[in-house]
């Protein structure tokens, strides 16, 4: 029997017609002599009648049907009863009177029922993931994931991109996170990393005239797994010659509208917001605000001043900062036991503590109200725009650590409080990132992105003498309070990039050791370039309406690594050991 | 200044417009107060001029310009003189005038002049791979195999197949090629390995429910390199489910013809040709036969026993063949020497000798003519079709090298003798392949594709008493003598599985042990499935008429991994190193 469509897709359309299905039995029913399935495939569910009027001898095949046994039937389309319809799924307006039936495969009774929400340890679904994969809220995950990439292919295709592979074999860097090592048996004694980016590959590229690349395309991390992080991800690289800042966020705002237009059938408005690095860290205290709800931090560090309150003063004297959230409406809504448990949570963060006052129409509220005089409770409110029933939190510490405790309290609350909307995605562009950033641990400055990122034209001659002053053409695109991804017009001057090696510390010979052959490319006519990199995993995850990067991931590794045998790690037979050991000796003599 | 358009494009069509370009300087040349240049980029070459009647500022930048200098110019195109046109480019009935010019990165001179055909070592050419990639017979390479893997994934997509990613890092398999292995710094003393294929992952995938999987996907093998084999090298991977051999092969040749149109522009008769596996041995001695000329293998062993000739008698009576090749028209183009040479180029393939004839009008010439009485004359050529005026060649030895050295000998003089047509693109199905291969060395059968491929229905019950005889589900599907790739239709049921692993030798234990996984997986309803592999930059090679797969590969590997530095192995630090011990130790404790 050949199939003639797929069960999820038998509309009323179908009505009339006879058809012939291959699927999975999802339920069984038998009710006054008859059979109900629901018989599931890829796109859904519908519902199939086994009726002695029609066929006893399909009717005795499915009094021996079991859920997930594999079956084909040939049956011809009816309405259902108006009793009957069920308006929760498309199929729901008709049934399959069956003809003629077919097993094609049995099943044991599976480990869990396959339905859309389960209640069962994620470490049983992973181990039974080909299971796992037929629930239909996770098989709709990978139908967006492959609707994404082939928009945005379509997308830079009709842009004039070409689609170019870089090596999954390639050599270590010596910045950023851990490479993952694979000895070389050819070259004894050497060994090859796997990408964290094809960053140098793409700029090669564009130097070898390519002029516009992309690649969707595995990276690699070796660090331990969280939930928002997984060892291989995936990337959506671009890279683009000839090209300013305003031309890489012009064309990736056009692939974007695309994505949400295919993929959601919603048309964003472009161009997106921008807001500078300093203006983020600002208003929301942190590089990837959420912008679906208000609610921005204030700055009070002149009003501290104003005041007599030693731990406002104190934060400010220090270099500090203080800084405030207006709840809105809310001063009724949280009890001190409330606040109490946000305090905790700003702790986490590292705040010492957690201020808070209550407007009311006679004044402020709470514990430190006292130290807000007349004139210093209407700078306040005229600072924050904090009204009456408003409930206002404080943090003042360090600059990183209030930015810390707000921004993350601020997206606690947004959610708490329903201040999100279903299905809303606002995407906002972070411009004028540091070019630079220091790091206490080390005592030295490292690339905020990389080595490679461009420095601001106006800021070039601080480079050397002001790094906390000089800016990056870096931008980041972010959604919804995720970073979707981030990229920069690079350097393709061979004196600017020595010139960087420099301000980060390298020797002429250490840079030329480890950079050389860039350094080198850019002799030979190097043209101007930029591009970015989306995390294609989480903008999945997130145009998906998943919180689990393993839900987009269709074999994902877990800490445990016993989710799926063929995607864990595993021992080595003698002889394999033997070579690596050889290898190893070989990088020692 | 905004670009306007490509150098390479710019036609007559643009004729009395003012353009901007930006590229590369090709060559300059001065000439009557005037100085022209070849400006380059991605999509070709385009003649700009300076005069000074245009712009004076302009003529003096000019005259400072120098090979591979990136320049951008502002100017109008004009139609060239009747006497200047140069038909052997797109752009040669036109010129740009340039108005405006300025130099956006200098370049010192290159190691060789960027033009199509270079006569530079490759070793060279790898290390400059960045300038190599500027060649237009390089870049075009990449507008290939854009132009390729766009066509699949809309063929694809629009028959309803969905992208999906599996995991670069895996678990090691037993069978097959040397996996690269990849320390796990997380799971101490285990290893992951870098996939051969996703066969497994993809087989997960359909009984996942997910019906219709593919992927473009690097795979690897941890082998020494040739011309034609890397050790990362990509692969287009299908998988179906529901489907039986027909199917997969229908859906392959719509693919082949979308490619063979979007990309060459050429259509494909469909459906292919086919023959068995038998018949491609028997006729061609060969399993990915060149259907591009006829001078099949003519199989002589009846003959071979009616002749009073030892060599021919002793191949038979052996279990070994005699067999033919002839070479039309050919008896007066080779001299004996020339025998002697195609002669010795057998022998490469194992044959001892190369027995020969020629046809004349007054019987047959040559060393061995005496063994052929007028009976055995009437009976050659009747059997192989030889008239007068061909050559005919003979080996005479064990099967398998008697296949092999005319097999070699046909493409070779198929080349040679010029039978080959430029352009013309022959696909050849080889089917009903052997599902096992025995393997003298090791002493065991062998799963001739892998151990997932099922055997015939008609041929179960052989499976453990005559490996010999049974043939398996499988198809390759072949291109002018290249196999592009192959497939087969998978066990889906756990007994067969289990049978087939018996057969294979193991025991329940190790079976379990090593595919446990999968065969746990048949227990919860495997619904039937198969597909196919196809080698990427093997089709690319072909559709782009190169010889090299380096030619296709952007940052290939060679041998002396002195290419690029990036793509290289390379020493690990310290740090790294005890890690990777430890993990080693642990492994051995």
């Known amino acids: 029997m050949e199939r003639t469509t797929y069960c999820g897709l038998v509309t009323e359309e179908y009505t009339g017609q006879e058809i012939v299905l291959k699927g999975w039995v999802q339920k069984r029913r038998d009710l006054g002599g008859l059979i109900f399935i629901d018989l599931r495939d890829r796109e859904g569910i519908v519902q199939i009648v086994f009726n002695p009027d029609f066929s006893t001898e399909a009717l005795a095949v499915a009094e021996t049907l079991r859920s997930e046994y594999v079956i084909e039937v040939r049956g011809k389309v009816t309405a259902r009863d108006e009793s009957a319809v069920n308006p929760k799924i498309k199929t729901g307006k008709i049934e399959v009177q069956v003809s003629e039936v077919m097993i094609i495969n049995k099943s044991e009774t599976p480990p869990f029922q396959i339905e859309s929400e389960v ?299 329903g201040l999100i909307a279903e299905d809303q995605f606002n995407f906002v562009w972070v411009t004028d990132w540091p070019l630079f950033e220091y790091d206490e641990e080390a005592g030295r400055y490292f690339a905020a992105h990389h080595p490679f990122t461009a420095p601001k034209a106006e800021h070039m001659d601080q480079l050397l003498t002001d790094k906390d002053a000089v800016q990056a053409n870096a931008y980041d695109i972010v959604l919804n309070g995720f970073e979707l991804g981030g990229g920069s017009i690079r350097i393709h001057d061979q004196d600017v990039q020595a010139q960087m090696f420099e301000a980060l510390g390298f020797s002429k010979e250490e840079a030329y050791e480890q950079f050389g052959f860039l350094m080198d490319a850019f002799k030979y006519g190097a043209p101007p370039h930029g591009g970015i990199a989306l995390g294609l995993d989480r903008m999945v995850m997130l145009l998906a309406g998943k919180s689990n990067l393993r839900d987009v991931i269709a074999f994902p590794k877990t800490a445990s690594a016993t989710c799926l045998v063929t995607d864990a790690p595993g021992p080595v037979d003698t002889a394999q050991l033997d070579e690596l050991n050889l290898a190893l000796k070989a990088t020692k003599a």
Request: proline share 3%; glycine share 6%; net charge negative.
């Open 119 to 417: 209640d069962i340890a994620e470490e049983i679904r992973l181990k039974y993931r080909y299971l796992d994969l037929r629930r239909e809220s996770l098989a709709n995950t990978f139908k967006v994931r492959h609707q994404v990439t082939r928009a945005v292919r379509n997308y830079l295709d009709e842009s004039g991109f070409y689609e170019v592979e870089t090596p999954v074999l390639t050599k270590s860097t010596p910045e950023g996170a851990r490479d993952y090592l694979v000895p070389s048996r050819v070259h004894e004694g050497e060994f090859y990393a796997l990408p964290q980016s094809p960053q140098i590959f793409k700029q090669l590229l564009m130097i070898g005239g390519f002029d516009k690349y992309y690649q969707i395309v595995k990276c690699f991390r070796d660090e331990d797994l969280r939930a928002d992080r997984q060892p291989e991800f995936t990337q959506i690289d671009i890279e683009m010659s000839f090209v300013d800042q305003e031309d890489v966020i012009r064309m990736n705002e056009g692939m974007m509208a695309r994505i949400m237009k295919e993929v959601k059938g919603i048309d964003v408005k472009l161009p997106f917001p921008r807001m500078t690095y300093e203006e983020a860290m600002r208003d929301y205290g942190i590089d990837k605000p959420d912008t679906r709800f208000d609610m921005k931090l204030k700055t009070l560090n002149e009003l501290a001043s104003m005041m007599d309150f030693k731990v406002f003063k104190d934060a400010v004297d220090n270099g500090g900062s203080v800084k405030a959230l207006v709840v809105k409406e809310s001063a009724e809504k949280y009890s001190r036991k409330d606040i109490d448990a946000l305090q905790e949570y700003a702790k986490v963060y590292g705040a010492k503590g957690l201020a808070w006052v209550k407007v009311t129409e006679e004044g402020l509220n709470g514990p430190i109200a006292k130290f807000f005089d007349e004139g210093v409770t209407a700078e306040l409110l005229n600072e924050t725009e904090a009204a009456a029933g408003d409930l206002v939190l404080f943090v003042a510490d360090k600059t990183s650590v209030v930015n810390a405790a707000l921004a993350n309290l601020r997206n606690k609350l947004g959610k708490e409080l």
